[in-house]
């Protein structure tokens, strides 16, 4: 089979992925304010169920780009998501991205309270006191947890990405944290994964530079 | 809305997901001894499509295996790609996780020849001159490049994980790589990711322990 390659320049592939992914939701339509995000999940995918499952809360982007101008840290549950977030570009607002999941304490104190090390990050990051955004891209029991800490009033996310991947309770999780008053940015359903989390965070960060 | 959590223990919410797969498979047929690599990927995407698009070269598994316990090096062509393999699994039979994407040496080669810094890494891998498997889980460009090194008899891979994601050009790196002799684990068609790669990684590592 012959196969024939696309001439696009290295700069200008980004451009035109945005472009084929435009052309291909037609006439979907997406909540004013959230293209950007939509479509940079199906870019990392290459999956348009996310033109379909993502869900806002009201007023979430404006209130999610304040939380990283004003300095807000990203929290998250696994080491891949870390890497995928843009470190630099959060750092120039002052904010940083921690992943606990593998603290020698974290292990101990999950091992205590049976819990999984994932619930024990969120503790941990809780105990911060500081203005997080959490982006929950693996444990739907981190996002359970984040769940009942806001409903306890022992925390108060400035956003939570919800975007667990899986089969065992990740619907729930998801429904859970909509319930809450936090804003949230959600994967509806089973999918989503540390890149679907890295790359929502990747998303308001470009929002905010573009905006200069 | 009531939400239902699953009574579920953290140690035993893998089994019960891949449970779950198996009986959403139902009669969908994979090829025999891809089973755990097929199923991993639906584990760590929620997608389905998997089971359909993953196209694995004659004989490919039982050579990666050998190739893994023969003290093979791996390398990636992103840094989240690196964080989510098991190093600690791979350090055991020798070999190493290895992303140049960031190195100062590929920034000035790919400036200096014209392109992508993924193309350099690949230049810079095929120098080491070692046994390698390469799992490209973003770039299309290093994985075309790594089918033009293979024709000219530059490299021979232990093994090519051709799972880039993307719009342009994505599809058809991954028909040039299964035109090659190279044995190949590939996701045809648009999907895949950093995610993937990893994952295929880790589920043939799983698999050697899991025969011992």
């Known amino acids: 089979m012959k196969v024939e390659l696309e001439n696009v320049k290295p700069m200008e592939i980004e451009a035109r992925s945005f472009e084929i992914i435009t052309e291909e939701l037609g006439n979907t339509v997406l909540a004013p304010g959230t293209e950007l995000i ?35 840290s990203i929290v998250t549950d696994t080491q891949m998501a870390k890497s995928g977030i843009n470190k630099k570009a959060l750092a120039r607002y002052g904010g940083q991205v921690y992943c606990f999941m593998s ?30 955004i959490f982006a929950i891209g693996n444990a739907p029991t981190a ?37 809450t008053q936090a804003p949230y940015i959600v994967a509806r359903g089973r999918k989503g994964g540390s890149n679907i989390a890295a790359c929502i965070c990747n998303a308001l960060l470009y929002m905010i530079d573009n905006r200069r």
């Not at 984040?146 to 009033?153: N, S």
Request: hydrophobic letters at 45%.
């Open 38 to 72: 939509v479509k940079r999940c199906i870019h990392t995918s290459a999956d348009f169920d996310y033109a379909k499952n993502l869900c806002f809360s009201e007023g979430v982007v404006e209130k999610a780009l304040e939380a990283i101008k004003g300095g807000a």
């Open 103 to 132: 603290d020698e304490d974290v292990a101990q104190t999950a091992k205590k309270n049976g819990t999984t090390r994932a619930v024990a990050s969120m503790e941990k990051a809780a105990a911060m006191g500081e203005d997080l």
């Open 143 to 179: 996002l359970i947890h984040l769940y009942e800490m806001i409903r306890e009033g022992k925390i108060h996310p400035k956003l939570v990405i919800g975007v667990p991947v899986g089969f065992v309770n990740v619907v729930q999780s998801k429904e859970l944290i909509m319930q």
